[in-house]
């Protein structure tokens, strides 16, 4: 275990549904981070929260909504996704400092259908 | 694009040969770290390079970097079929929070 946990480890959803992925980290790290990983693609940053405040948007659709209540949780809520949205959506944490790792969680992977 | 690139993008060895992956960037660098990830998992650090070090140790990883070359090698001595698994560099050049990882090298380590 990576300090770093996933719910859920899969899911499965319709296009008009909504719903939530949850990330909690153990760790005392102060940021936060969303990565999308589709096949045959290089991880996409989608979102970091560093001291609870958002600092990237990597041009992210709307249908994908961050949240970061404390500097443990951070959600993505998901709505009317696209079947292209479909991947291997990780979390990772780490310090807010130079030269520090990312610690990832085991990943929800989502199907849309 | 800043995201860097593995090579090869696959590797198929034999257990006890040593396995080498490059890694190569476009922006400067505060450092570069290299990843492991087992097939549908997340990824787990294996080592972190500062941009002053052109070499470092962790058990039988070699990493070696050339700034000037924008390059980086993963050399794993003594493969066993546990090394299987996919390994990704990863670059801080867009700022130290903002990791970017490369495509990925797949490596297959037969008995």
């Known amino acids: 275990e990576t300090g770093v946990t996933q719910t859920p480890r899969h899911l499965v959803m319709g296009m008009t549904n909504k719903k939530s992925l949850k990330c909690e980290q153990h760790?005392?790290?102060?940021?936060m981070y969303w990565y999308k990983q589709s096949a045959k693609k290089p991880l996409e940053l989608m979102f970091v929260y560093s001291l609870e405040e958002r600092v990237e948007n990597n041009s992210v659709p709307s249908r994908f909504s961050p949240e970061c209540p404390n500097s443990s949780h951070l959600f993505l809520h998901l709505h009317t996704l696209q079947p292209e949205d479909s991947a291997l959506y990780l979390c990772a944490s780490s310090q807010v400092a130079e030269d520090t790792e990312a610690f990832f969680g085991q990943g929800t992977r989502l199907t849309v259908v | 694009s800043q995201q860097g690139e593995e090579d090869p993008q696959a590797l198929s060895i034999q257990e006890g040969e040593n396995a080498t992956m490059n890694c190569s960037y476009k922006t400067s660098i505060n450092n570069l770290q290299w990843y492991r990830q087992n097939s549908g998992r997340g990824l787990v650090h294996l080592i972190l390079i500062r941009s002053n070090e052109r070499e470092k140790h962790s058990g039988r990883l070699r990493v070696t970097l050339d700034t000037s070359k924008k390059s980086s090698s993963l050399l794993i001595t003594a493969s066993r079929a546990a090394d299987t698994a996919s390994y990704f560099c990863?670059?801080?050049?867009?700022?130290?929070?903002?990791?970017?990882f490369g495509t990925g090298t797949r490596l297959l380590v037969s008995p």
């Open positions: 990863a670059t801080d050049g867009a700022g130290f929070q903002k990791l970017v």
């Open positions: 760790l005392g790290h102060n940021a």
